[in-house]
Structure formats: C-alpha cells, structure tokens
C-alpha cells in the first residue's frame, strides 16, 4: 500500500472505563484506496469508525492506547468539527436524516462547517445531484417520507457537501435491497475514482465490500485477525467459509452451518 492518508497503530478502546472493545487494532487507509473493515455485529468495526472520527465520547467511550494519525499528524486531541474541517467525515449507521427536512435541506446542513459563498455550496449542491439524480428528483420531499436507499443516498450527500478527502462509511448495505446496495458502492467506486475521495467502509456484506475495495481488514472481538488485498481476501479458504459461507465442497446450508470443517487459524 502507498503512504496512508490515515494510519492506526495499536488502538485500545474502553466504554464506561470497564468494557475493553478494540484490542490492539492498527491499518492503514492509502490516498486514494478503499479500505474495508470487515466482521460480524459487535465485531469493533463502528467502535474503529468513531475511535477515527473522534465520536467515542458521547458513547462514553475514549482511546486509552495506541495514536491515530491523519495526513502524518496526530488527530487524538481534536474535535469531531475540527476533523469535519480537515476533510474527515463520517456517515452513521441507519442513515440519520433529519426527518422534518427536506431532502436538500439535509443536503446543506453538511456544508455548515465550509466558509464559502453561497454560490459554491450551490456548485457542490449540483454535483452531488449529478451523482445521486433520484435526490434532485426528491430535493423538497420530507426526508423522513423517503425510501431507505433515498435517506442513504442523502446521508452520502450530505458528507460530499463537506467536501472531504476521506469518508468513514459504516454499514452502507444495511436494510437496503441488493439493487440499491449495488448502486451505492457504484456511486462509492465512482467518487473514488473522479473525486480523488478515500474510503474506510465497515460492512458485514463481506461479498460486495470485497469486490469495491482494494484492502480489507477483518475485525473479530475487538482483534484484527486477517488483512489483504480485497481480491487475495476474497479467494482465501477461511474467509469463504467462515464469512461468505462458501467451502471448497460448496456452499453451505444452513443445516451445516453450525458444524465448521475447518477451525479458524487464527483462534488456534
């Protein structure tokens, strides 16, 4: 991987003082790459998305070992606004729209942060509909009265009108119907490649994470147990079977499920 644009060595996440979460956690996201933090619920991947976007303590939650650096700088001591203005921006599981806004309303409450004319948050306006058409068809519908791939296209939106260098984006597929989860990561993969925008994706569908990033870190009890390029990750034995639930032999039923072949290496 080329010089990270963000970098985690050995991060320890507390809640409450008591409840460790992330043990030990470091990767790298690249200028330029898609990263994808991969696992099942309670993995650690939203813990790691809020240790970087510094959204831990109102969770009651900190940092206790470890640094996070941001273009080679150490960002522990700053704010999540401070980090929204260096280009860091995050979008929440379950999509969180204001409901009694408008579609663009919504949109523009994620340019707060820029000291700008108005006629530039207008050009970003106009570029975020060129991205997301069925938005500017939406633009004064309530967002609340929006479908769930609407309100994830508006909270996408919303974080490009902040004109960031790096989105964390946790759980893009939850909810949605496959079509609409396709056409996110396209839209993800598009702002990648025209924009320059890098991405730190958490996501438990490991399939389609895969297949638009180029690395993936694999969480599991607060560990990284695995990394790699996407396409080694995708084609490795372990990973088939025990997060795509495919084996050598086929895919496996649910019957089976529960009656693993192989143990995973990294728990011997």
């Known amino acids: 991987m080329s010089t990270p644009l963000l970098s985690v060595s050995g991060i320890e996440v507390i809640y409450n003082h008591v409840i460790l979460v992330l043990k030990g956690v470091s990767f790298q996201v690249p200028q330029g790459g898609i990263v994808a933090l991969l696992g099942g619920n309670g993995a650690g991947k939203t813990t790691t998305l809020r240790a970087v976007s ?7 939650g900190e940092v206790t070992k470890g640094y996070i650096e941001y273009k080679g700088e150490r960002i522990d001591s ?20 204001f409901a009694h806004l408008s ?3 919504n949109l523009l409450t994620g340019a707060y942060t820029r000291k700008v004319p108005r006629a530039e948050v207008e050009r970003s306006l106009e570029k975020v509909y060129a991205y997301f058409p069925r938005l500017k068809e939406r633009r004064n ?46 839209i993800v993969k598009d702002l990648n490649s025209k924009e320059g925008v890098s991405f730190l994706l958490a996501e438990q569908n490991t399939t389609v994470a895969l297949r638009y990033s180029n690395y993936g870190y694999i969480l599991e009890n607060g560990r ?3 990394d790699g390029e996407a396409s080694a990750l995708a084609n490795n034995e372990d990973v088939k079977e025990f997060y795509l639930g495919v084996s050598s032999g086929g895919r496996k039923s649910f019957r089976d499920s529960k009656h693993y072949k192989r143990r995973k290496r990294w728990l011997a």
Do not use: N
Request: proline share 5%.
């Open 224 to 226: 990284i147990v695995m």
């Open 54 to 60: 510094r959204l831990l303590k109102g969770e009651r």
């Open 141 to 186: 519908s309530q967002s609340g009265y929006t479908s769930g791939g609407e309100q994830q296209m508006t909270a996408i939106g919303r974080a490009l009108m902040a004109t960031p260098t790096m989105i964390l984006l946790d759980e893009p597929s939850m909810g949605l119907a496959p079509q609409i989860v396709e056409e996110i990561f396209e």
């Open 103 to 105: 579609v663009e309303e």
């Open 78 to 97: 700053l704010t999540p606004y401070d980090l929204v203005r260096r280009g860091v921006v995050q979008v929440m599981e379950g999509r969180h729209c």
